[in-house]
């Protein structure tokens, strides 16, 4: 079945750029999503990706796509303490399955001031 | 309603009992999602509903668990005989049909924190 992964934990200062990278099986793979879970709150989508697509930029998000390797990575510029959560990975396959997510178990940020 | 709603926030149960977690989509998403979180853990999926179609239960974990929804309105998730290991908090997600991208995006209620002790 298909599987995604990402590393447990990141801590940066501050004012750094922050890059949370996870790996997924599935290359039937559509759409692969970025969500943010803050504490007690539920999941946000911050940005995703369609599948053709090599990179997309959103104000301080970018999103990169190696579909060859499957990797996937976010980027946070400028990294605030407000941006400390826990950052999940998930993909989609084809529209037939329904656009159910497969996710990731969580990368958790920590940002120092 | 303007976003997912789940009910109850927080359920604890005695082991061996029923519960019943209510989730009341975004009004028009013809898909509906039930997810699990365990403490520390990514979400799995449980069952997937879509309009009228039949259910996607494949990611139910035993039958012990269960999932109705009335037409493209509210779900009610019911787990028999709770065990501990089904402490959790039980996530719901609704989108719109399937077809265009503007049209991927699930958004997810707050979830429901189930104890069983």
């Known amino acids: 079945g298909e599987d995604v992964e990402q590393s447990l934990f990141l801590s940066v200062r501050e004012g750094d750029s922050s890059v949370i990278n996870c790996t997924y099986t599935d290359s039937s793979s559509t759409y692969l999503y970025w969500y943010k879970q803050e504490p007690g709150a539920g999941l946000q989508l911050l940005t995703y990706i369609f599948s053709n697509m090599d990179m997309k930029q959103d104000q301080r998000l970018t999103v990169l796509l190696n579909k060859k390797d499957k990797h996937l990575s976010l980027r946070i510029a400028d990294t605030q303490t407000g941006d400390s959560a826990i950052y999940f990975c998930?993909?989609?396959?084809?529209?037939?399955?329904?656009?159910?997510?497969?996710f990731g178990g969580g990368t958790r940020l920590m940002v120092k001031p | 309603g303007a976003g997912v709603s789940q009910s109850p926030s927080n359920k604890v149960t005695e082991k061996g009992k029923d519960v019943e977690l209510r989730c009341d989509p975004i009004?028009?998403?013809?898909?509906l999602y039930w997810y699990r979180q365990r403490l520390g853990q990514g979400l799995e999926f449980l069952i997937y509903f879509q309009g009228n179609s039949a259910p996607d239960k494949s990611g139910l974990p035993s039958d012990r668990f269960s999932a109705e929804r009335t037409g493209e309105s509210v779900s009610t998730l019911t787990i028999q005989r709770t065990q501990q290991e089904d402490s959790a908090v039980y996530l719901c997600a609704s989108s719109l049909a399937r077809g265009t991208e503007e049209n991927t995006e699930a958004f997810f209620g707050q979830g429901t924190r189930l104890t069983v002790v």
């Open positions: 998930a993909e989609s396959g084809s529209f037939d399955a329904g656009n159910m997510l497969t």
């Open positions: 009004s028009g998403h013809t898909a």
